[in-house]
């Protein structure tokens, strides 16, 4: 299983759980701005889209935030679950391709909520450059290197076709920028010591029409008069799974 360091060095989390940890965050701003102060793990793991023992096996790697019979203080464990993951800091953030996913995701009030501000806006296109979108002025993407510097640039995301982002990619590691957020629909090949995470929304769908043509043939399958025992169970099973 593979682990990651807590930020206090006490224990290893594993990388499942990590993946969880900003969806409980989520779940606890959520929660908060309903006006509930403190939650059972049941309503946490409801909230969360998790069962209730799994969301408990993953804040024990955080420590003990809980209390018998009472729940968890959903303020506290909001912060000690921003906390471990650093979102209690200012993240300056880069983007890179300003076409229309670079425009939303510069618009997206997101980042500035949770912790990452937005510092430049950089894109290979003359045409772009001098826009002003979210309040962040487009650069020409030769000022990678300036803007990282200046800012202290921590995170990069790539909204570039694919075509131009493995340059991108090659670009923002010469930088010293070891963290970055790929939407461009190809696999980047990076050191060891670049964390990349990637968005393929065309993926997503495709796995949406997948679960779709699942559940339109279970409809509209019929089965057979005589058909082998063992086969007829396992289509029963799929079906009711679907």
Same mark, same amino acid.
């Given at each position: 299983?593979?682990?990651r360091?807590?930020?206090d060095?006490a224990?290893?989390?594993?990388e499942a759980?990590?993946?969880?940890?900003?969806?409980y965050l989520r779940?606890?701003v959520?929660l908060?701005?309903?006006g509930?102060t403190?939650?059972?793990?049941?309503e946490?793991?409801?909230?969360?889209?998790?069962n209730?023992?799994?969301?408990?096996?993953d804040?024990?790697?955080l420590?003990?935030?809980g209390?018998r019979g009472? /729940?968890?203080?959903?303020e506290y464990l909001?912060y000690?679950?921003?906390?471990?993951?650093g979102?209690?800091?200012?993240w300056?953030?880069?983007i890179?391709?300003i076409?229309?996913l670079?425009?939303a995701?510069?618009?997206?009030?997101g980042?500035?909520?949770?912790?990452?501000?937005?510092v430049?806006l950089?894109?290979?296109?003359?045409?772009?450059?001098?826009e002003?979108?979210a309040?962040?002025d487009v650069r020409?993407?030769?000022?990678l290197?300036?803007m990282v510097?200046e800012?202290?640039?921590a995170?990069?995301?790539?909204?570039?076709?694919?075509a131009?982002?493995?340059?991108?990619?090659?670009?923002?590691v010469?930088?010293g920028i070891r963290s970055?957020l790929n939407?461009?629909?190809?696999?980047?090949?990076v050191p060891?010591?670049?964390d990349?995470?990637?968005?393929?929304?065309?993926?997503?769908?495709q796995?949406l029409?997948?679960?779709?043509q699942?559940?339109a043939?279970g409809?509209?399958a019929v089965?057979?008069?005589?058909?082998?025992?063992?086969v007829?169970?396992?289509?029963?099973?799929? /079906?009711g799974?679907?």
């Open positions: 299983m593979t682990t360091t807590s930020t060095g224990r290893d989390i594993p759980t990590v993946a969880r940890l900003p969806v779940a606890l959520t908060a701005d309903q509930t403190t939650c059972s793990s049941e946490l793991a409801t909230a969360a889209g998790v209730s023992a799994k969301l408990r096996k804040l024990s790697y420590g003990s935030y209390t009472v /729940g968890y203080d959903v909001r000690q679950i921003a906390r471990q993951i979102v209690t800091q200012d300056p953030v880069v890179v391709g076409g229309n670079g425009h995701l510069a618009n997206f009030s980042f500035r909520s949770r912790g990452f501000r937005v430049a950089l894109d290979a296109d003359e045409h772009r450059h001098g002003t979108v309040g962040v020409p993407f030769d000022d290197d300036r510097r800012h202290g640039v995170i990069g995301v790539i909204a570039t076709p694919a131009a982002a493995q340059d991108v990619a090659d670009r923002m010469a930088c970055i939407f461009a629909p190809i696999v980047l090949a060891d010591d670049v990349v995470r990637k968005v393929d929304l065309s993926i997503e769908l796995i029409a997948y679960h779709e699942r559940k043939n409809a509209d089965v057979p008069s005589v058909v082998p025992e063992s007829e169970q396992g289509s029963t099973a799929r /079906g799974a679907a």
